[in-house]
């Protein structure tokens, strides 16, 4: 069962920036090393529905990223570490919530696009962002 974990929410004013990290541990239920996972940041608002903030294929490619969090958020990875991070920057107050890591195995031939949800099935409790104006 693979367990991840997030860490670096926190409170920053508008235009400031945060760095998220995701660790992940425990076995690959597929057999699949980390190295050949998907993985992805997710966000919920309070009364929103949760949304995709981008994603990437640990075992290479560049990662993908929904239209509000072009330009501003950056997606990196330590396969090393198993770590996946999210460097926000140029925060705005519309960026408040509950940040989400997932984790799940690539199915083959097929994208890791955060918007197939479904092939993630290990998530993490969340790290809390909020921005004030």
């Known amino acids: 069962q693979v367990h991840v974990v997030e860490s670096g929410g926190g409170s920053v004013q508008a235009g400031g920036s945060l760095r998220l990290s995701c660790a992940a541990s425990g076995s690959t239920t597929s057999g699949m090393p980390f190295g050949f996972y998907c993985m992805a940041w997710f966000r919920q608002a309070p009364g929103k529905e949760r949304e995709g903030v981008g994603s990437?294929?640990?075992?290479?490619?560049?990662?993908t990223y929904a239209d509000f969090a072009k330009g501003r958020f950056t997606i990196s990875k330590d396969n090393a570490k198993n770590t996946l991070f999210l460097q926000m920057d140029s925060l705005k107050p519309e960026d408040t919530a509950m940040y989400y890591c997932a984790a799940g195995p690539r199915e083959r031939g097929k994208s890791c696009s955060y918007l197939r949800e479904r092939i993630y099935n290990s998530w993490g409790q969340g790290t809390q962002v909020t921005v004030s104006s």
């Open positions: 990437v294929y640990t075992g290479g490619g560049t990662p």
